[in-house]
């Protein structure tokens, strides 16, 4: 079975994204972009919501190309293209970059996703995430915190029906004040 994990930029808060789908708060340091990259490196399959989506490949497929880019966005760039991803939308008409769409039921398809082969899954995209949490998919929580207040926006956690038990098992902290907690499902 493989295991799927959660993990995303989060305001002190409790935020991914302030209102607006503003993320002007969440300002990455050398040393996190990398711990970014190389998890994305070691994604064996990303699952995105639409949003996330939009704004993944809206920069990333052609970020390499740009006449600023550093070598760490040109690294980035080229591993975000090579993963895997699946993409859950029902408005979405078609994708690209190593991605295929499912517009049927989420949590069935990652329910599927789960039972099969491979190496580990990254979901990223709030509503995607909290259907997998409710239906207890999520075996692994990320929660990169920013220190910023963003008073409201888009969650990083969903409402339950009940309580999830989990174990910590990372802590780091970045430039910036900017703490890595990692947690495990308790099953």
């Not at 993990?7 to 002007?24: F, H, I, K, Q, T």
């Not at 919501?49 to 190309?65: F, Q």
């Amino acid at each position: 079975m493989r295991k799927l994990a959660f993990a995303m930029n989060a305001s002190l808060d409790g935020y991914v994204a302030a209102p607006g789908d503003d993320l002007g708060w969440s300002v990455l340091s050398d040393e996190l972009f990398q711990w970014w990259s190389d998890r994305v490196d070691a994604t064996g399959l990303a699952l995105y919501g639409r949003k996330l989506w939009e704004t993944m490949c809206s920069h990333w497929p052609v970020a390499d190309k740009q006449p600023d880019a550093t070598p760490a966005a040109i690294e980035y760039a080229g591993r975000w293209r090579d993963m895997p991803k699946v993409v859950f939308s029902s408005t979405t008409g078609a994708v690209d970059w190593n991605a295929r769409l499912v517009t049927g039921d989420a949590v069935t398809e990652i329910t599927r996703l789960k039972a099969g082969d491979g190496g580990p899954m990254d979901i990223g995209g709030a509503t995607l995430a909290a259907a997998a949490m409710r239906a207890g998919l999520i075996d692994e929580y990320a929660v990169v915190t920013h220190p910023v207040l963003v008073g409201g926006g888009t969650p990083f956690f969903t409402a339950l029906d009940d309580w999830v038990n989990l174990t910590l098992v990372e802590t780091r902290t970045f430039p910036g004040g900017v703490t890595l907690t990692r947690y495990e499902t308790r099953r």
